[in-house]
C-alpha cells in the first residue's frame, strides 16, 4: 500500500479529476509512516521491558543460588566416599591402584598427618595433607601383588587433625585375589586381553579387547579408574553372546612413574570383577628410583693400569 501510495505522490497526475485524489493518497501514506514508526517504538520498548524483567529474573536466580551453596561453618566433618573397595581378580606381580575421596563438610580445616598402610606390599603417596572446608582431597592406595595369591585383605590408618583435636584414625580397606595362572584372566566370563598396560613416551594409547564368554548378552561396566591420568573410550557397554569388543585407554600425563588401574564387571554377575595394572614399562636391568628417576644398574667399574705409563712392564 505504501509503495502505491508513494508512487502517485511522486508522478502524480495532470488531470484535475485525480489531483484530489493525489492529495488523499499523500495524506494516508503520512498516515501509515506515522504508524510504522509508532510501532517499531513500541516493539523498541516492549524489547526492552522484557529484556530489564529477565535480566532481574537472572539476578534473583543468581542470588538463591549464591546462598544456597554457602560455605560450610562449625567444625570440620571429614566424609569419605568409600571406606573398602573390592578389585576382584587381579594378575600376581603387579600393582593395583585405588583413589579414596575424603570430604570436609565441616568449617574449620582439615590436616592429614600420615596414612600408614599395615603393610609393606601397600604404599600411600599423599599429594595433600589440608582439606579446607567444602573441599575434596584424594588419598590414594597402591597394592603390590607380588608373592600373594587367592584372596587378601589389605587396610591403612588414616589420622587426622580437627581443629584442635585429634581425631582416631579412619581405616581404609580394600580386597583381592591374586590370579596366579600363567594367563590371568583366562578363564571366567569376563575375558580380557592383554591383561595389563604399560606405556612408555612413545605409546599414548593402548586397546584391550574384552570378551563375553557366556551365551547371552551382557553388560560390562567400569568401575573404577583415574579420570586425571587416562581417558576410556566407554564406561558402559553391552556385549552380544560369545563376542567381543575393544576398550581404547589413552594415557593424559607423562608416562614417568605411571600408577593406574580399571575396575571392570558385569553388574549383577558374581565373581566377574577384575582390575588391569596400568604402569610404566621398565626394561629389565633398570630401576626406577623414588624421585622417578631411571638408571641402568650395571657391574662396578674396574679400574685398569695402562701398560703404557710403565715402560718396564
Known amino acids: 500500500l505504501q509503495r502505491f501510495l508513494k508512487?502517485?505522490?511522486?508522478?502524480?497526475?495532470t488531470m484535475w479529476w485525480l489531483s484530489g485524489f493525489d492529495i488523499f493518497c499523500k495524506k494516508i501514506f503520512e498516515f501509515t509512516v506515522f504508524q510504522q514508526s509508532q510501532f517499531i517504538i513500541m516493539k523498541k520498548k516492549r524489547f526492552y521491558k522484557m529484556l530489564f524483567r529477565n535480566l532481574v529474573l537472572f539476578a534473583?536466580?543468581?542470588?538463591?543460588?549464591?546462598?544456597c551453596a554457602k560455605t560450610p561453618t562449625g567444625?570440620?566433618?571429614p566424609k569419605f566416599d568409600v571406606t573398602d573397595f573390592d578389585?576382584?581378580?587381579?594378575?600376581q606381580g603387579s600393582v593395583v591402584t585405588y583413589v579414596y575421596r575424603l570430604t570436609n563438610a565441616g568449617g574449620d580445616s582439615i590436616i592429614i598427618?600420615?596414612?600408614?598402610?599395615?603393610c609393606g606390599c601397600t604404599k600411600a603417596p599423599l599429594s595433600q595433607n589440608i582439606v579446607h572446608a567444602g573441599e575434596t582431597v584424594p588419598i590414594e592406595l597402591r597394592f603390590n601383588s607380588r608373592g600373594y595369591r587367592?584372596?587378601?585383605k589389605k587396610s591403612a590408618a588414616v589420622n587426622l587433625t580437627l581443629g584442635e583435636q585429634n581425631q582416631p584414625s579412619f581405616r581404609l580397606s580394600f580386597s583381592t585375589y591374586t590370579d596366579t595362572s600363567s594367563t590371568p584372566f583366562g578363564y571366567g566370563e569376563l575375558g580380557i586381553a592383554p591383561y595389563k598396560i604399560e606405556f612408555t613416551d612413545s605409546i599414548e594409547e593402548v586397546e584391550l579387547t574384552i570378551t563375553n564368554r557366556v551365551a547371552a548378552k551382557r553388560k560390562v561396566e567400569i568401575v573404577s579408574y583415574q579420570s586425571d591420568r587416562i581417558r576410556l573410550s566407554w564406561t558402559e557397554r553391552?556385549?552380544?553372546p560369545k563376542e567381543q569388543t575393544t576398550l581404547k585407554v589413552t594415557r593424559i600425563i607423562p608416562a614417568t612413574g605411571f600408577a593406574a588401574s580399571i575396575?571392570?564387571?558385569?553388574?549383577?554377575?558374581?565373581?566377574t570383577r577384575i582390575t588391569i595394572p596400568i604402569s610404566e614399562f621398565i626394561e629389565r636391568g633398570t630401576t626406577r628410583t623414588s624421585s622417578s628417576i631411571s638408571r641402568r644398574v650395571s657391574k662396578p667399574v674396574q679400574t685398569q693400569t695402562d701398560p703404557w705409563s710403565n715402560p718396564g712392564k
Open 60 to 67: 534473583a536466580i543468581a542470588v538463591a543460588i549464591t546462598g
Open 7 to 13: 508512487f502517485r505522490i511522486e508522478h502524480g497526475t
Open 263 to 271: 575396575t571392570m564387571e558385569m553388574p549383577g554377575h558374581g565373581n
Open 113 to 118: 598427618d600420615r596414612v600408614r598402610p599395615h
Open 238 to 240: 553391552t556385549i552380544g
Open 75 to 77: 567444625p570440620a566433618k
Open 87 to 91: 578389585f576382584g581378580r587381579i594378575p
Open 150 to 152: 587367592g584372596k587378601s
